[in-house]
């Protein structure tokens, strides 16, 4: 075990130690193909003196000689939400003999292929957290991240293309433009990505075809706001920004007497988002208002007769701020979903001074994207390293971003993140390319307990070259959240059961308790969701009791429960 533990923290190269598919976990390894002969070569030849320049960035489109061997017949489906542009780019990757859909979420992906399993279209999932294989299976539903660009298909589609100007995430999006190797590219998004992926495609030599989308519902802008919360009807969505302001809109909604509320926000554990959507959804159920943050943007199909803005200012993580023409867009665009008993949406606000805001931005094309994102892979990093003689992944970055050389149709991807989780493996005897990974990871630096979490799984890492998942939670027993602290809480520990999920994909053998962490997600998705059902006002006789509590107790017994599904401690060192 040490000796293995050893090997898997020394530095080899992608081709000594994974495979086609672990190169695609490891998300970013395979863009330099590390960084082989003919990679020497290319630098060499950007520059008249022939010394290599690693930090020469300015050719990505080259780093994948699978997709260049081909000219690939790249589609465009561009226009507003609810217009049915990734609809059509499904129905081709239905067709298709072989082909992968690539998301942006988690959600996305699942939908996909539960659709194109249905179709008798047999569909693998991967994501950062989830693996489904099914047998015979020659398509592929991906989140953005996890695309395989080693691999030959006839069809690809890439989803909301438009975040390949995102700055923490643009660059996965590009890594998937110009590396999936397929002999058809379908790209589906907002049509400010347009002239950007013009521009980047024209170094392919793909061949190009735009189609423009209407909505094929109305959207109608109401002239008035809400007013009273008495006016609240079925089908409404309230949106506002913050889970305080979403539990106390669903009680003022829910004081009115009239209505229950589903909640959908980005803490919530993507089950339980899918069950609140689900109940929302439901004529049956009594959960017929949504209240929400923007993660209704996209992921969740929703019948919503009518968006309501709480407020259209949100805090961004730096400042609050108003939010952008493609957010407004983006969220109102979720009202009047095509085919549903809403065949009209609208959309208002709650506050009269917002109106102007809200219609100006509706009436206004997105800012077109200037740039994509890009990021340096780890076998650069790696090379690069050697050359600065220095296993700190910290400075590593810093010093490669500094010089990073870029055309201009490219920006350096915000790496803020990532440089906080580098000064703390950094203090770990751990390899460089172990650190990368641990940087990769989902951890949100913002979440003290999420980081508690992943400096507990490094540290025991480095320790021992294995890590159990007991050995981070302390005895006792997950209970319902009685407050809104405690609540945030749990959701703090659900991260951390990703986190855990995660790395057990990328470190082998050294995460063996990957079951378990899924077992406890699941409690900790209950217990919110019994949570969710306590909270606010509960008409007489309307109240019952979650079926999935009853049917845990009747798969695990009472002493399993109590060894084995444990609350973290939040409290610990």
């Known amino acids: 075990m040490a000796a293995a533990a050893i090997l898997r923290r020394r530095a080899l190269p992608s081709s000594c130690r994974h495979d086609v598919y672990i190169r695609c976990l490891l998300s970013y390894s395979d863009l330099h193909s590390s960084v082989n002969s003919a990679n020497l070569r290319f630098w060499r030849g950007c520059h008249n003196s022939g010394k290599i320049d690693l930090t020469d960035m300015t050719h990505p489109h080259l780093w994948y000689p699978n997709a260049r061997e081909k000219k690939r017949k790249v589609f465009l489906h561009v226009g507003p939400t609810n217009s049915g542009k990734t609809h059509n780019a499904l129905k081709r990757l239905e067709a298709s003999s072989s082909g992968v859909y690539c998301g942006p979420l988690r959600l996305l992906a699942r939908e996909v ?4 399993n249905e179709a008798s279209v047999p569909c693998n999932l991967t994501t950062g957290q989830e693996r489904e294989e099914i047998e015979g299976a020659k398509h592929n539903s991906v989140t953005v991240e996890m695309a395989d660009v080693t691999t030959e298909y006839q069809c690809a589609v890439i989803d909301e293309i438009q975040m390949v100007g995102c700055r923490t995430r643009g660059f996965s999006f590009t890594r998937a433009l110009l590396g999936l190797c397929s002999d058809e ?13 013009q521009r980047l495609l024209e170094a392919t030599g793909d061949v190009v075809t735009v189609q423009y989308y209407e909505r094929l519902s109305p959207l109608v802008p109401l002239k008035t706001t809400l007013g009273s919360f008495s006016n609240i009807k079925e089908g409404d969505c309230m949106v506002t920004f913050s889970r305080r302001e979403i539990y106390k809109l669903k009680k003022k909604v829910e004081m009115a007497g009239k209505h229950l509320c589903s909640v959908v926000y980005g803490s919530l554990p993507p089950e339980t ?22 993660a209704i943007g996209m992921g969740l199909n929703l019948n919503i007769s009518r968006i309501i803005f709480s407020t259209l200012k949100k805090f961004d993580g730096v400042c609050i701020r108003e939010l952008t023409v493609p957010e407004i867009k983006q969220i109102a665009g979720r009202a009047g ?27 206004s094309p997105s800012p077109i994207i200037e740039r994509a994102g890009l990021f340096p892979t780890f076998d650069l990093l790696s090379v690069y390293s050697r050359l ?3 296993v700190f992944l910290h400075p590593i970055l810093e010093r490669f971003l500094e010089k990073a050389k870029l055309s201009p149709d490219y920006f350096i991807a915000d790496c803020e993140d990532m440089l ?9 005897p751990l390899g460089l390319y172990d650190k990368y990974l641990f940087c990769q990871s989902p951890v949100d630096v913002n979440d003290d307990i999420s980081t508690q979490g992943l400096t ?28 809104h602290n405690q609540l945030k809480e749990l959701e703090s520990v659900h991260k951390v059961l990703e986190l855990y999920v995660w790395l057990s994909y990328r470190f082998d053998d050294s995460f063996p308790d990957r079951e378990l962490a899924d077992s406890q997600k699941s409690i900790c998705s209950m217990l919110i ?40 401690d939040a409290r610990s060192k």
């Open 420 to 428: 906080k989780v580098a000064v703390i493996v950094d203090e770990l």
């Open 337 to 363: 979903r095509y085919g549903s008993k809403f065949p009209v949406g609208e959309v208002t606000c709650l506050h009269a001074e917002d109106l102007p805001l809200l219609h100006s931005s509706l009436k």
């Open 113 to 116: 292929a539960k659709r194109l």
């Open 273 to 294: 988002r899918t069950k609140q959507a689900t109940m929302f959804n439901d004529d049956s159920s009594h959960l017929n208002v949504l209240v929400a943050s923007d």
């Open 185 to 197: 590219l379908h790209v589906c998004g907002d049509p400010a990505a347009v002239p950007i992926i």
């Open 388 to 390: 600065q003689g220095t």
């Open 529 to 568: 969701e019994e949570y969710l059902e306590r909270s606010g006002w509960q008409q007489s006789g309307q109240r019952r009791a979650l079926p999935s509590l009853r049917k845990l107790s009747q798969e695990y017994d009472a002493p399993q429960l109590s060894k084995y599904f444990p609350e973290i």
């Open 456 to 483: 507990q799984f490094a540290e025991n890492y480095a320790k021992k070259g294995i890590v159990r998942l007991k050995e981070i939670f302390t005895p006792g027993t997950l209970r319902v959240p009685k407050t």
